[in-house]
């Protein structure tokens, strides 16, 4: 399973949008996936993302997204 991990930094504004993007390139010659690409994007795409916000400090937000 895939994690990765990004920082951003600016002086925020309530009007601010926040854009979470992710790109994965899946091994099409491994031997050990079980399954096409085309089928796991099928399965995330029936998938519900869960997504936690904590501030870990008085300057800080942590935001997970997990699909």
């Known amino acids: 399973m895939p994690i990765t991990t990004q920082n951003a930094s600016w002086d925020f504004n309530p009007a601010d949008t926040v854009a979470l993007s992710a790109t994965f390139t899946f091994d099409l ?8 690409v085309a089928a796991v994007l099928t399965t995330l795409q029936g998938r519900t993302p ?11 937000i942590s935001v997970s997204v997990t699909i």
Do not use: K, W
């Open 29 to 36: 010659n491994d031997p050990n996936d079980s399954q096409a």
């Open 50 to 60: 869960h997504v936690t916000l904590s501030q870990t400090d008085n300057a800080t």
